[in-house]
Nanobody, 120 residues
Framework: QVQLVESGGGLVQAGGSLRLSCAASGSFVSISVMNWYRQAPGKQRELVATITAGGSTHYVDFVEGRFTVSRDSAKNTMYLQMNSLKPEDTAVYFC??????????????WGQGTQVTVSS
């Protein structure tokens, strides 16, 4: 079993910054793609950013230039640096990872989420 634990959320004023972390633990061989998603109240969960095992990144338009995703493979941890936060960034942020287990199978896991609230 694999656990993904997010941390770093909180309340911040518009224009401020937060850094989220997602730490993976459990029994696995490696982690390939890792993603950040978010879900605002009453809305569907949406992709925010993606990072591959090789470090390639992808961002959705509404965070491009403001958010930066990174990972420390040695620590099995992914980060999301969020700058110039806006009230519309308020949401629960989730980590999602594709993990290779010891049987050679890829499985996907979600974290429990961390709340980010941006006040105007």
């Amino acid at each position: 079993q694999v656990q993904l634990v997010e941390s770093g959320g909180g309340l911040v004023q518009a224009g401020g910054s937060l850094r989220l972390s997602c730490a993976a633990s459990g029994s696995f061989v490696s982690i390939s793609v890792m993603n950040w998603y978010r879900q605002a109240p009453g809305k569907q969960r949406e992709l925010v950013a993606t990072i591959t095992a090789g470090g390639s990144t992808h961002y959705v338009d509404f965070v491009e230039g403001r958010f930066t995703v990174s990972r420390d493979s040695a620590k099995n941890t992914m980060y999301l640096q969020m700058n110039s936060l806006k009230p519309e960034d308020t949401a629960v942020y989730f980590c999602y990872a594709t993990v290779l287990n010891r049987l050679g199978l890829s499985r996907q896991f979600w974290g429990q989420g961390t709340q980010v609230t941006v006040s105007s």
